[in-house]
């Protein structure tokens, strides 16, 4: 779960609805900050328990560096809404939703601004999904963040499935109160925005998006072959250390790609969140056009 170290927005950022073919989605849109040229637009998806703010860290630097960052809440997601029922939540239903966004993204800033498309973990498959379904157009670039090939590890399975058997019996606000019993509490010295955001963001996301896309990270197949094939620049970035998928399978994972791999030196799962400044240096880098990333 991402922390964000603040909430307040950037004076050049907009919390907004972003009106798609598919519905509305709450999002943070930060404009370029007039300090660069303007250089394209950045569609973020968040992942599994995540919302448009595990973003908020990236938005300045991005902005500053002359991109326009849209970060999204999905379907279902703390304030975008959606239907009380799994099936709304399959993944080619999320991975359509993204294909919607990025084509309002489009209409609005045209067809020849470049476009970069970026996963977080869970958003990692779906903005996948959304590839492999609909093609590379209109995407400039695709960023995997934290996020693997297939399902993630063993063991973050056994914590998944106690959500899943979990939720379907109980309300959400009792399942916050276990889940931070179980994590003692909380972490030490937080402070209190964080906890009320989480709070607030945990029970107003969907419980069924989260008994969904949480089956999905534990039945993930391997589509890493099928992207290959697509022809999208596409980096794997993630931190030194990661509890869904072992570093060592995002370094394979990134080897069949042929795509470049950045590891953020003590960062973890969020790096977004954790190493705000060096992640958004390399996502510049990559959007640039940085051949010296290193394969």
Excluded: C
Aim: proline share 7%.
């Amino acid at each position: 779960m991402s922390r964000p170290t603040a909430l307040e927005l950037p004076e050049n950022v907009t919390a907004r609805r972003l009106e798609t073919s598919r519905g509305s989605f709450a999002v943070l849109d930060a404009a370029p900050d007039g300090t660069a040229p303007a250089r394209g637009t950045a569609l973020l998806i968040p992942g599994f328990t995540g919302s448009k703010e595990d973003f908020l860290d990236l938005l300045a630097p991005l902005s500053g560096a002359g991109f326009r960052v849209v970060a999204v809440d999905g379907r279902g997601q703390h304030e975008s809404g959606g239907p009380r029922s799994e099936q709304a939540y399959a993944q080619g239903e999320l991975g359509a939703d993204v294909t919607a966004q990025a084509a309002a993204l489009v209409a609005a800033s045209g067809p020849d601004t470049p476009l970069h498309l970026l996963g977080h973990s869970l958003g990692g498959h779906v903005v996948r999904a959304s590839v492999l379904a609909d093609g590379p157009a209109p995407y400039t670039s695709l960023t995997l963040m934290s996020s693997g090939p297939a399902a993630i590890s063993a063991d973050q399975q056994q914590r998944t499935q106690l959500l899943v058997d979990f939720l379907p019996t109980t309300d959400m606000e009792t399942a916050w109160q276990v889940m931070r019993s179980m994590d003692g509490e909380g972490r030490d010295g937080e402070p209190a925005w964080l906890t009320e955001f989480l709070h607030r963001r945990w029970v107003t996301t969907v419980p069924e998006q989260l008994i969904a896309t949480a089956r999905q990270l534990m039945t993930e197949p391997d589509r890493v072959a099928e992207l290959a094939a697509v022809p999208l620049r596409t980096l794997v970035l993630s931190g030194e250390e990661d509890y869904a998928w072992p570093v060592p399978l995002l370094d394979e994972m990134a080897e069949r790609l042929g795509a470049p791999r950045v590891v953020i030196k003590g960062a973890g799962h969020s790096p977004n969140a954790e190493r705000p400044a060096e992640t958004a240096a390399a996502l510049i880098a990559f959007w640039s056009g940085d051949q010296s990333l290193s394969r």
